[in-house]
């Protein structure tokens, strides 16, 4: 039988610090960035396209690190920024969106985040929204990226509205024909969908609030009600480090603290190490965890629930060389997450 070694690496976490700058962070990627918005007491695009956003009434708000006029609000009474210029082109592609936001509402039904839309109903480029339409899962996120619901998908509804902030991430792969939901930095929905279903707009994006194109159904779309921070578009699918690396951004001056507390509730061993792998769990207290291993495009190849600090995995043979992660996630969070890369 075949073995196969790991190599165990600590993902870093990158500090941001105590005051935001005008000037790109260094943990956004930057190969096929669109457009990056801080939103440091001013709309403007710091990716050097010059995709800058207009602002129709919305205010500057403290960001989740507390920064004074580093976020945006958004009060649900049609206040909105638009980006003029088409982010993506018509022909599909893959694309990221990436953002933080904090809810201040449990919306009745879906409320538009970021939409970029046609004149006909449900003709989207990309859709996401907050709450299910219909209230079926009014706590949920759903990305539409076409012409109809069935091409929708959603995070699983979480019972309450958190008041906290939380990072958002929507990847649509091309290639793998897939559509992704990121919930701080963790893997929470999946599903297939087609490249033809992609629409072929070439209208302005809307954050908070969606205008109708001239000619447009006259169905109206629900405002956002709360704050949005760190908003990033890219023309690819942003890899799970990538994503990781978003949402780890941290509010203190040093990395150390962050890094540790993460990284080190897992601890993988032996490393090197052959198919059979032991992984410790500092974090446990006695209630349920999972164990979930995914590849550098989000595709899952592992994931099982425990109830013990210390287990040990067999991993599957079919898992070919490449680099993945694993997951500990307990109450649908991100608790820890280990890099690893598996040689032939």
């Not at 996120?141 to 929708?152: A, D, K, R």
Request: hydrophobic share 35%; glycine share 6%.
């Amino acid at each position: 039988m075949r073995k196969k070694t790991l190599t165990i690496l600590a993902l870093s976490v990158i500090s941001i610090g105590s005051l935001k700058a005008q000037q790109l962070p260094g943990y956004v990627p930057t190969t096929q960035l669109k457009a990056w918005y801080s939103f440091t007491n001013n709309y403007n695009d710091l990716s050097g396209n010059s995709n800058h956003a207009t602002n129709y009434g919305t205010v500057f708000a403290p960001d989740r690190c507390q920064n004074a006029n580093a976020a945006v609000y958004f009060d649900g009474n049609y206040k909105k920024l638009v980006i003029q210029n088409s982010l993506l082109p018509v022909t599909p592609t893959s694309f990221t969106i990436a953002f933080w936001i904090k809810r201040t509402s449990a919306p009745g039904t879906g409320q538009d985040i970021i939409a970029e839309r046609g004149t006909a109903n449900y003709d989207h480029k990309y859709r996401i929204t907050l709450g299910d339409p219909g209230s079926s899962a009014p706590h949920a996120y759903t990305h539409c990226i076409s012409h109809h619901h069935n091409t929708e998908f959603k995070y699983p509804a979480i019972g309450t509205v958190t008041s906290e902030w939380e990072h958002v991430t929507v990847v649509y792969d091309k290639d793998l024909s897939k559509n992704f939901i990121y919930i701080n930095g963790n893997l929470l929905a999946s599903n297939n969908l087609p490249a033809n279903t992609y629409a072929p707009t070439q209208n302005p994006t809307w954050i908070g609030g969606i205008d109708l194109p001239t000619g447009g159904n006259p169905n109206i779309d629900v405002p956002y009600k709360g704050y949005i921070d760190d908003l990033g578009f890219w023309s690819r699918a942003l890899n799970v480090k990538e994503i990781i690396d978003l949402a780890n951004a941290d509010c203190s001056n040093t990395t150390s603290i962050r890094n540790n507390t993460f990284n080190n509730k897992l601890n993988v061993y032996p490393n090197p190490a052959n198919r059979n792998i032991t992984i410790e769990n500092s974090a446990f207290t006695g209630g349920a965890f999972d164990i979930r291993i995914i590849n550098n495009t989000g595709q899952e190849v592992y994931n099982n629930n425990f109830k013990s600090g210390k287990i040990n995995i067999d991993l599957p043979e079919t898992i070919p060389a490449g680099v993945y992660y694993i997951y500990l996630i307990a109450d649908q969070q991100l608790q820890s997450v280990k890099e690893i890369s598996i040689r032939p």
